[in-house]
């Protein structure tokens, strides 16, 4: 979770992304599936006090929309897991109270995982969205103690929403 997908200038502009929008330092990008993010200015400022809370800046932080597959790629090159998830996040960052990363979300994932679960697709995006920001503020979620904080904290971020 802690490295950055390598690879050059040029090999990072190759496919660029269908769709940009940036604020602040947080960029949202769509690549290889059809969606648009709603509320794109409300998710920025509830992002970012999110991070003033536990006292982060965020210097750039990337959010990757894309399908199971794009996201299933990154997992097994990247991170050598050969298994299909809702979020990939990597840190870049080189001081402990900054946030400098990016965070791969499936789209497809997060919509089957909200049906499942009797939710809408807006919460469990959101959910997945603040998950991987509370990954770059020092939170895991490798083992059951650490995944119920996890929750915890999750429930606590979504309840800040003001949207």
């Known amino acids: 979770m802690n490295q950055h997908p390598p690879g050059t200038e040029d090999e990072m502009n190759e496919g660029l992304p269908e769709q940009s929008s940036e604020s602040h330092g947080i960029e949202f990008l769509v690549e290889d599936v059809d969606f648009e993010l709603a509320e794109a200015e409300s998710l920025t400022s509830w992002i970012e006090r999110i991070a003033a809370v536990h006292e982060h800046e965020i210097v750039q932080l990337t959010y990757i929309f894309c399908s199971d597959e794009y996201l ?45 679960l009797g939710l809408a697709f807006h919460d469990e995006l959101h959910r997945v969205m603040i998950h991987g920001v509370l990954h770059l503020l020092g939170y895991a979620d490798k083992d059951l103690l ?14 800040l929403r003001t949207f």
């Open 146 to 159: 650490s995944q119920t904080a996890m929750r915890k904290k999750e429930d606590y971020c979504l309840s």
């Open 72 to 116: 299933h790629r990154v997992n097994v090159e990247y991170l050598d897991h050969d298994t299909y998830t809702d979020v990939i996040t990597f840190d870049n960052a080189d001081d402990a109270d900054i946030i400098e990363g990016d965070i791969f979300i499936s789209v497809e994932r997060v919509r089957e995982n909200a049906q499942q």
